[in-house]
């Protein structure tokens, strides 16, 4: 029987590693900047702002592991599948400036709007 499973998590995974990927460089851009810059500041969060993070963060890390969980004809290579999903939003979430400022708060202010 031909499975599409290993396709869509092919798919899946490619386009996360990627924006992880993207959001390093964006990263890296960034502080190169700050290093260029005079000019500093320390921003903390407060826990108004770092609840909705934690949980999307839950819910996207959930909704990978289930659907690497439930894909047939990837037997053998799960555990890799989620490892990466793993890194790949623990980054993403926790440690890209870029990530959090210019993707996540913008979007979840839109949503709030709506």
Not at 1 to 18: K, N, R
Not at 46 to 66: D, I, R
């Amino acid at each position: 029987m031909f499975h599409t499973d290993p396709y869509v998590i092919v798919v899946v995974q490619s386009a996360l590693v990627l924006f992880t990927v993207v959001a390093l460089l964006r990263d890296a851009y960034i502080r190169i900047l700050e290093r260029a810059s005079e000019v500093t500041a320390v921003i903390t969060r407060g826990e108004k702002s770092m609840t909705p993070l934690y949980a999307v963060y839950g819910a996207a890390l959930a909704s990978c592991l289930v659907l690497v969980d439930k894909a047939s004809g990837i037997d053998g290579n799960k555990v890799i599948c989620i490892v990466i999903d793993f890194l790949c939003l623990t980054y993403l979430f926790f440690l890209s400036t870029w990530f959090r400022n210019s993707v996540f708060y913008p979007l979840m202010v839109r949503a709030r709007k709506d």
